[in-house]
């Protein structure tokens, strides 16, 4: 969401992005309609740091109306050709390219920590009308499973060198209703590695530092998963709050 190296390396990457990163479960969806006491279904929704529509695409599908909102040049381009009935603007959370008041809800999916929340708040609490809903969610990976919490342990010592200024916290407090949805995917061994190298951390890395951490993970996933096939967990983590 930034012009920073970091979050425009996206761009480079925006096809594997779109091919391997996991989506959100329908009760993801159905937690957002009754926090904010109304459905999706015919709502103005601003979907911002949309990247290639991953989320847009779901909210499309429940019958709103949305509108992307995407800073990077590749994403932007990804979502084009995914979904290309749907509205895209460019910009991002910081200066939202919105008419003030006018939506029924303003979305952020694995986007937020992209901002500086001194602007985006603002922006966002700007931008929708009395009553409007503004809701954030990421996917979290699910360390209560042994598997995955060591990945976790590895993948933390990879990024040490890179850590993220705002490491990803959603907002809280008063007025911010929070809320937490586990699920889970099945899929190849090699689309779980492809999902992680296109964290921001491994597009900046340099490709014999990466290619390195992804072989050596490849093994321990062999060993985990004979079959070939990964049994991802995740939470997401979820906060709403009402202009």
């Known amino acids: 969401m930034t012009g920073s190296p970091r979050a425009r390396s996206f761009d480079r990457a925006a096809g594997r992005y779109a091919a391997n990163r996991p989506s959100y479960p329908p009760a993801l969806l159905d937690a957002v309609e009754e926090l904010a006491g109304r459905p999706l279904s015919g709502a103005l929704v601003a979907d911002v740091g949309a990247g290639t529509g991953i989320a847009t695409a779901l909210l499309h599908d429940r019958g709103a109306r949305v509108v992307a909102v995407e800073p990077g040049d590749g994403m932007a381009a990804e979502l084009r050709r995914n979904l290309p009935d749907v509205a895209l603007v460019r910009g991002d959370g910081d200066r939202l390219p919105l008419a003030s008041g006018a939506f029924d809800f303003v979305t952020y999916a694995q986007a937020w920590h992209w901002t500086d ?38 993948l933390r010592g990879f990024f040490a060198a890179l850590s993220h200024p705002r490491a990803g ?14 699920w889970s995917r099945r899929v190849p061994v090699e689309v779980h590695l492809a999902n992680i190298g296109t964290q921001s951390a491994f597009l900046v890395s340099g490709e014999e530092r990466s290619r390195a ?21 995740y939470v997401v983590a979820l906060v709403l709050a009402i202009r």
């Open 117 to 154: 929340p001194r602007r985006s708040v603002p922006e966002a609490l700007r931008v929708l009308r009395p009553g409007g809903a503004f809701a954030l969610w990421r996917n979290d990976p699910d360390i209560s499973v042994p598997w995955i919490a060591a990945e976790q342990t590895r």
């Open 169 to 182: 916290r959603l907002p809280d407090g008063p007025g911010f209703t929070e809320l937490r949805v586990p």
């Open 213 to 233: 951490f992804l072989a050596a993970e490849r093994e321990h996933l062999a060993r985990q998963f004979p079959d070939g096939m990964v049994d991802e967990h």
